[in-house]
């Protein structure tokens, strides 16, 4: 960090180096003072051709450190405005938090060239109205220049050995300083009612740049006409040499023929009045609330005797040369130097004035890793010290801790060693102790609970093979079906069940099994037919692909879509059967469908069997459901293609009763050839107490599996 207060703005122009030393005044925060001025004439413009203009830059840089101590003081240093890019966006409504990325999106569709290739900086304007965390015409400032021309204009100073530590374009240095000098403070104007425009017309030897700012609102250009205009014109009428047309432009009204002298020169004025008007008449096009107020001329070649005049005449508003800043105070004000070249040092005022704090616009586009370069460079000797320090602590406890266990006596302690090995005994005992009367606690509650519930479990293995007796299919009461074949019936061939500490690991595997089982239990018009195991339609037999029912296209009567598999501890309980019903004449409620649409809508509720009377329990008496006893999720798991088997009359051959046929010699049914369909069902059950409070899954969790 700069050591002192004061500041330095140089500017490196193309006949001279302007410099100012200045600060903040400590009074008034809209003041700067001048300390120091310099102004150092090349011995030719750099911009003509047997000129060296490294040479001649080096040679001046040397000269200024030679008069001046720079050591401690912030420097700033200005760069042609042709050299980089300046665009002032206006974005759309926005949150406030989103406008660096938008700004990032726009420098790469403003910046002609890869953003790895430049360095950019930007800031955002005071105009705009933020509200509820939205900006609506929020404006900013972009700034661009490519890098190779960064270093070109920092490397003058680099070998002189003075560091920079802000680079700004000279049209932006003029701004802040208009802005400061000649317009109120931006933090009291009102948006709405913003003041006149200052229009500030910067002539330089190349090139003149136009800035036009309210203090809210910045605008510039660059018109291709500068003082060297003015002389070319005299070498070229007068056949003057270059440095004599120089000079009789400098001294115009006191050359040996002042009317030829301005008679050459007429053009270059008509010109410059022209360029100028177009200039004005594009920022008024650009922004139709312009107002343009006072129009200032600055620059050496802005001494030119008539000028102002002239061009005042032709753009119909006044112009005044600003040789008074009314922001700057100080010593060097009075100094022969500064007198003289007044007109020539509005860029130097603005870069000191951006280096104090005390600017508008505040972008710089040093290289940010200059910048951190200087900063570690800064802190370096902090760093040693500190690191020093730290040793020198290290080595004083390490040479304390050393004195410390060369007086150690190991005899001295046995006794408090061995007093602490006994406690430490003692307390391990008795923490196990502890241990395993609390386990022991934990068991005993465990087993408090589990012969509580038992009482109320005991009836839950009879209801649950009640329900699935009063679930499966018969024939209505009182009818008597001949063919076997055409019996509402389900024939089970075992039922068995496993315990899952959580029914999800089950119901992964099945879920879309499930899906498929919900969506043809709904009805024969819910689309099912009659399938094999691979969703195949037995040979010969009608009825549609299960694979190409979309569950969520056929709804199931009655039944609500399940979010959701079970979850918890529960049972999954699994029954091995078959049926007969199986003829093309019961096409599509066959097969697998029979299953879905008699015994599976059972079990899911749906059928006018879902409810049921218990006949023991706290519950005796009371109609209960199916999901009241904790069972649901049914899955056709597995199952066998149908096939024709050949029955004896018999109960033994098949497991249905045999029936009388008239005319039969043996009065029973003979052997007959069926079509039979074998599956595999699952369904879920998590026991609940019926007309009692369910358990939790955390309780059911603890307690052990079974009834």
């Known amino acids: 960090m700069p050591a002192s207060p004061y500041v330095w703005g140089i500017d490196i122009g193309k006949s001279s180096l302007k410099a100012l030393r200045c600060r903040l005044s400590p009074t008034d925060p809209r003041r700067l003072v001048a300390e120091e001025v310099e102004c150092i004439e090349y011995p030719m413009m750099l911009t003509q051709e047997e000129a060296n203009p490294v040479e001649l830059v080096r040679t001046a840089l040397a000269e200024f450190l030679s008069r001046h101590d720079l050591t401690g003081d912030r420097v700033a240093v200005s760069t042609p405005g042709q050299s980089g890019l300046a665009k002032f966006i206006k974005l759309p409504p926005v949150e406030a938090k989103k406008i660096p990325d938008i700004v990032k999106y726009e420098a790469g569709q403003q910046i002609p060239f890869p953003l790895d290739q430049v360095v950019w900086d930007w800031q955002r304007l005071a105009t705009g109205l933020e509200e509820g965390g939205f900006v609506m015409d929020a404006e900013v400032a972009l700034f661009a220049m490519k890098k190779e021309q960064v270093a070109k204009a920092l490397t003058p100073f680099d070998e002189a050995g003075i560091d920079v530590e802000i680079l700004q374009l000279t049209p932006i240095a003029l701004a802040n300083m208009v802005i400061f000098d000649q317009l109120p403070d931006p933090a009291t104007v009102d948006p709405d009612d913003p003041p006149p425009s200052v229009v500030l017309v910067s002539m330089g030897v190349d090139a003149t740049d136009v800035v036009v700012t309210n203090g809210l609102r910045i605008a510039q250009r660059s018109m291709p006409i500068g003082g060297k205009r003015f002389t070319r014109a005299l070498v070229e009428e007068m056949q003057y040499t270059f440095a004599k047309a120089e000079t009789e432009k400098r001294n115009a009204v006191h050359a040996a023929d002042p009317k030829a002298v301005f008679r050459a020169m007429r053009p270059v004025f008509n010109q410059f009045a022209s360029e100028l008007q177009r200039s004005l008449n594009y920022f008024t096009s650009t922004d139709r609330s312009l107002k343009i107020g006072k129009v200032f001329l600055v620059g050496n070649p802005a001494k030119l005797r008539g000028l102002s005049d002239f061009v005042s005449k032709q753009l119909g508003v006044e112009v005044h040369r600003l040789d008074a800043y009314t922001g700057l105070e100080g010593p060097a004000l009075a100094a022969p130097a500064f007198r003289e070249n007044r007109l020539g040092f509005g860029t130097a005022y603005g870069l000191a004035l951006q280096a104090a704090g005390g600017s508008t616009l505040r972008t710089s586009l040093l290289p940010k890793e200059i910048v951190f370069d200087r900063m570690v460079k800064a802190k370096r000797p902090w760093v040693v010290a500190g690191l020093l320090g730290l040793l020198a602590a290290g080595l004083i406890n390490f040479i304390g801790w050393f004195v410390a266990a060369g007086s150690y006596a190991q005899a001295g302690y046995k006794s408090a060693f061995q007093s602490s090995d006994n406690t430490k005994s003692i307390s391990q005992n008795a923490k196990s102790g502890f241990d395993a009367a609390e386990q022991q606690l934990r068991d005993t509650e465990s087993w408090q609970r589990y012969l509580i519930e038992a009482h109320d479990r005991r009836f839950q293995a009879l209801d649950l093979m009640r329900t699935i007796q009063a679930l499966l299919p018969r024939d209505a009461e009182g009818v008597t079906v001949e063919n076997p074949a055409d019996r509402e019936e389900i024939i089970l061939d075992s039922l068995d069940m496993e315990f899952f500490p959580d029914l999800a690991t089950w119901f992964a595997g099945v879920q879309g099994d499930w899906q498929l089982t919900q969506a043809a239990a709904g009805g024969d018009d819910a689309g099912g037919a009659a399938t094999g195991p691979a969703g195949e339609t037995p040979a010969g037999e009608a009825g549609g692909d299960p694979a190409a029912v979309d569950p969520a296209a056929v709804p199931v009567d009655g039944a609500e879509p399940v979010a959701g598999g079970p979850v918890g501890p529960g049972w999954v309980v699994e029954i091995t059967g ?130």
Not at 620 to 645: A, M, N, R, T, Y
């Open 578 to 707: 078959h049926h007969f019903h199986n003829e093309r004449r019961h096409s599509p409620r066959e097969g697998a469908q029979f299953v879905r649409q008699t015994l599976i809508r059972g079990l899911l509720g749906l059928n006018e069997e879902a409810t049921l009377a218990t006949a023991a329990g706290p519950a005796q008496g009371k109609d209960l459901s199916v999901k009241d006893l904790g069972i649901g999720f049914p899955v056709i798991v597995d199952e066998e293609p149908i096939k024709p088997v050949a029955i004896d009359g018999g109960a033994e051959g098949g497991g249905f009763e045999g029936r009388p046929r008239p005319g039969s010699p043996t009065g029973l049914d003979e052997p007959v050839t069926l079509r039979q369909y074998s599956f595999v069902l699952q369904f879920v059950w998590q026991p609940t107490v019926p007309g009692g409070v369910p358990r939790t899954p955390a309780a059911a969790a603890q307690a052990e599996p079974g009834f």
